[in-house]
């Protein structure tokens, strides 16, 4: 009789036990997706060429133009309050350009003067790590965290008369994120989010308005805008005033 019991008790603590797991279990989100964005930049900068320089103009000098390059992230969304969720996100902004200089310049100590013909490339390729916390996630969803940037950046000039002069940086920088949306209706999320530091005169920031819907068949797609804002005040050398921005349309998978 009290084997019987026993075998009762276990049967019931090891049912509890896998009942508790599938539980947590359907709490558990993987989320990963991808697509193309269509960034214009705008703006201006100047590097190690003293605070009384000309700016260089990404349009009328650089003669950047509208680019379209991928994205992809990998989201993973553990059900244990304490412990925050991951979010890993490559962006590729890489733009060129060619054509005349419109004023006489400075870039890395080498003088342009107007009307030469350069070509130009400039590199801001990011991955960004984020770990956040989401305390409200039905009608109403809100996230906030962190997010570590890192910058693989390259500017380079080239010119017959003058040659090439370019540089390089890599550089994390910490970031505060948030996160805002609604849905009106199952598998509909509409959200704006954000991920900005301000420091010493400079701000950068990282901006998403979207609109995604995820079927039933884990497949979801999604759409919005996106901005960068890069207002630096003498970061290793760097002043500028630099945008990038465009719509953008991806695909993601959810689980």
Known sequence: MKRHHLSIALFAGLSLSV?????????????????????????????????????????????????TQGY???NFENPIPLLPN???????????????????FTFNNQTYTASTSVT???????????LYWEPLDNIVSFDFGLTLKKFSGEATLVSTALGTSST?????????????????????????????????GSTISDFTAKVSYTTDYFLGIEAGYRKQ??????V???????????PFLGAYLKF
């Open 72 to 74: 992809f992230y990998i």
């Open 120 to 130: 130009s490339v400039l590199n801001l390729n990011q991955t960004d790590l984020t």
């Open 86 to 104: 991951v979010r890993l996100m490559s962006t590729k902004l890489e733009n060129s350009g060619s054509g005349q200089i419109s004023q006489t």
């Open 236 to 246: 290793s050398g760097v002043f500028s005033d630099m945008r990038f921005s465009g």
């Open 229 to 234: 804002v890069y207002k630096l005040d003498n």
């Open 19 to 67: 009942a508790s797991f599938t539980a947590q279990a359907d709490l558990i989100g993987l989320q990963i997706g991808g697509g193309g964005w269509k960034h214009d930049p705008s703006g201006n900068f100047r590097y190690n060429s003293g605070s009384s320089s000309v700016s260089i103009d990404l349009d009328s000098d650089l003669h950047l133009a509208t680019q």
């Open 168 to 200: 390089t940086f890599s550089q994390v920088i910490p970031m505060g994120y948030l996160m805002l949306g609604v849905s009106p209706m199952p598998g509909l999320l509409i959200s704006a989010e954000t991920n900005i530091i301000k420091y010493s």
